[in-house]
């Protein structure tokens, strides 16, 4: 019975050591940042590459654009400036997701960045995001280089609109090892 209480003894100060040791690597990173996303002109960012034809019958323009996907390399800036400094790259899909009365789309996208202490680092998120809520959260499902194992959430807010380009603002916050 000895042995055995001392086995049992030993494989939880391994497990717990195990547990602490992997909670002491934890950090938690928050970053704030302007995506870009330009739907216009020529040096657009974003790109309608399937979805219905632009001659819809629709009166309803939420539903007329349901099922439209974009794929984007969006900036990333320091402020909602479009030349300050350039943090890195929204690089993925959106799909109009909605047909009925709010207006949301599909996102999948990874945050890339290419200067400052994240140089070279990304985080993911795959989320519904409804654009005309003042405030919307998302959350973030992985990363690489210092974001390696991310998850957490990030919230967005638009910052303006003209026409259908945007600058969002992002507020994301990583827990990551």
Do not use: W
């Not at 950090?27 to 657009?44: E, L």
């Not at 019958?57 to 990333?76: C, E, K, Q, R």
């Not at 899909?93 to 990874?110: G, H, K, P, V």
Request: charged share 15%; glycine share 8%; aromatic share 10%.
């Amino acid at each position: 019975m000895a042995i055995s209480s001392r086995l049992v003894f030993l494989i939880a100060v391994i497990v717990f050591s195990n547990f602490c040791t992997t909670e002491a690597k934890k950090k938690i990173t928050n970053i704030q940042f302007y995506m870009h996303d330009i739907v216009s002109g020529p040096n657009a960012t974003a790109v309608k590459v399937a979805g219905r034809s632009t001659e819809s019958t629709s009166s309803n323009m939420i539903a007329s654009m349901f099922g439209s996907i974009y794929v984007i390399d969006d900036p990333l800036t320091t402020t909602p400036q479009m030349n300050s400094t350039l943090l890195g790259r929204a690089q993925g899909i959106y799909a109009m997701a909605s047909q009925q009365d709010e207006f949301s789309l599909l996102m999948t996208l990874a945050y890339e960045f290419v200067s400052g202490p994240y140089n070279g680092s990304s985080f993911s998120i795959v989320a519904r995001n409804p654009v005309m809520n003042e405030v919307r959260e998302m959350p973030i499902v992985g990363g690489t280089g210092v974001f390696r194992l991310a998850r957490g959430y990030c919230l967005a807010r638009t910052y303006s609109v003209h026409g259908m380009d945007a600058v969002i603002g992002y507020n994301a916050t990583l827990i990551h090892y």
